[in-house]
């Protein structure tokens, strides 16, 4: 391992868009969010439809703001979906700040409530970003998935966080099933007082 670690304590139990093409197998790629943000700015949301049905929305959302931006923070994202929507898989990858020669913030994951879990992937991966994934959720992606975090900076300031969304998405509720695909890159940036 490295210094990403997993917090055990404290477990608690986006423009209209259109979908792109359909890739191999039938999967249709969703683009082009509506995005919102709120609060002053500490929560984003990327929302994407299907024609005008809401399948996903991708939340983020600062849950502390530090003094500096060299100070650790609390942080959430959040995936709820339409009730037929079903999340098969999901990858984030995160890095604070997005780029820099400084070595990024520590990121710290509570473990995920909501039911058993299987082994997260939760890892560093290329250029020291840090992934949170899952290959086969089950029964735990016809829920929201809500994940906690801590943005620890190191000497960086954390003025943004580069964020790297993949998820796999099954639709049911029509005489054909339906699989969607999000491949997307946002940023964030954090508030301080």
């Known amino acids: 391992m490295?210094?990403?670690?997993?917090?055990?304590?404290?477990?608690?139990?986006?423009?209209?868009?259109?979908?792109?093409?359909?890739?191999?197998?039938?999967?249709?790629?969703?683009?082009?969010?509506?995005?919102?943000?709120?609060?002053?700015?500490?929560?984003?949301?990327?929302?994407?439809?299907?024609?005008?049905?809401r399948l996903v929305?991708?939340?983020?959302?600062?849950r502390t703001v530090p003094a500096t931006a060299t100070d650790q923070f609390g942080f959430r994202i959040s995936v709820p979906h339409s009730r037929n929507t079903t999340i098969e898989s999901f990858r984030f990858d995160l890095r604070a700040p997005r780029s820099s020669i400084d070595p990024p913030a520590d990121v710290y994951l509570e473990s995920p409530s909501g039911g058993l879990w299987p082994d997260?992937?939760?890892?560093?991966?290329?250029?020291?970003?840090?992934?949170?994934?899952?290959?086969?959720?089950?029964?735990?992606?016809?829920?929201?998935?809500?994940?906690?975090?801590?943005?620890?900076?190191?000497?960086?300031?954390?003025?943004?966080?580069?964020?790297?969304?993949?998820?796999?998405?099954?639709?049911?509720g029509s005489l054909l099933n339906r699989r969607y695909r999000v491949d997307t890159s946002t940023e964030f940036e954090p508030v301080t007082e």
Not at 23 to 38: A, F, H, R, S
């Open 120 to 172: 997260i992937t939760f890892r560093e991966v290329e250029n020291r970003w840090t992934r949170i994934a899952l290959e086969d959720t089950g029964e735990l992606g016809e829920g929201t998935m809500t994940f906690e975090l801590i943005i620890a900076p190191n000497s960086a300031p954390a003025t943004e966080i580069g964020i790297r969304t993949e998820l796999e998405l099954s639709s049911s």
């Open 57 to 62: 929305t991708v939340g983020f959302d600062q």
């Open 2 to 53: 490295d210094r990403r670690a997993f917090l055990a304590a404290g477990v608690t139990g986006v423009g209209v868009v259109t979908a792109g093409c359909s890739g191999l197998g039938g999967t249709t790629n969703l683009v082009n969010p509506d995005v919102e943000t709120q609060d002053g700015g500490r929560e984003k949301y990327l929302t994407y439809r299907r024609g005008d049905k």
